[in-house]
């Protein structure tokens, strides 16, 4: 099945609300299954750290699922998206602010020189998606509103 547009499959919740294996920072998520499975386009990942929403201790839980975070694209994966898309400068607008994003705030790339390509991101009807790339470390930062439809 396909989500919210090409390139974008659909991501089951139970991949979203599984917490960290033991012994992990629970924190975040690290498993890159859930996240290749939402990003496609990005192909296989070697590192995350993601939140969702739903990851909370709140009695009412977010009545939309967003998962936020960063990944490490395979070596070579950044190069072929920029040979196939276009893409221009411009980065997040905030550093992690929403309060589920709270555990990653300060994380990511040093310096980063973010990019972006309107061609990756998504937008529809109560779905979408955001991509940002830094060029020189190959880190993904992303954040999806319903990415599993």
């Known amino acids: 099945m396909i989500g919210i547009g090409a390139g974008m499959a659909v991501l089951p919740a139970w991949w979203i609300l599984r917490r960290v294996g033991e012994g992990a920072d629970p924190a975040w998520h690290t498993e890159t299954e859930p996240l290749e499975r939402a990003f496609p386009v990005l192909g296989p990942l070697t590192d995350a750290r993601w939140v969702s929403s ?16 960063l990944a490490q694209t395979a070596p070579g994966r950044l190069d072929e998206l920029t040979a196939a898309h276009v893409f221009v400068d411009g ?10 994003e709270k555990p990653l705030k300060g ?4 310096d980063p020189r973010w990019i972006r390509s309107d ?4 937008q529809g009807s109560g779905h979408s998606t955001a991509l940002w ?6 880190t993904v930062r992303f ?3 319903n990415p599993y439809g």
């Open 54 to 69: 739903r990851d909370n201790e709140r009695d009412l839980p977010s009545p939309e699922l967003v998962i936020s975070g």
């Open 107 to 110: 994380e990511g790339p040093e």
């Open 91 to 100: 980065g997040p607008a905030d550093d992690f602010d929403a309060w589920f």
């Open 119 to 122: 061609e990756l991101d998504r």
């Open 143 to 145: 954040r999806a509103v």
């Open 133 to 138: 790339f830094d060029r020189r470390s190959g």
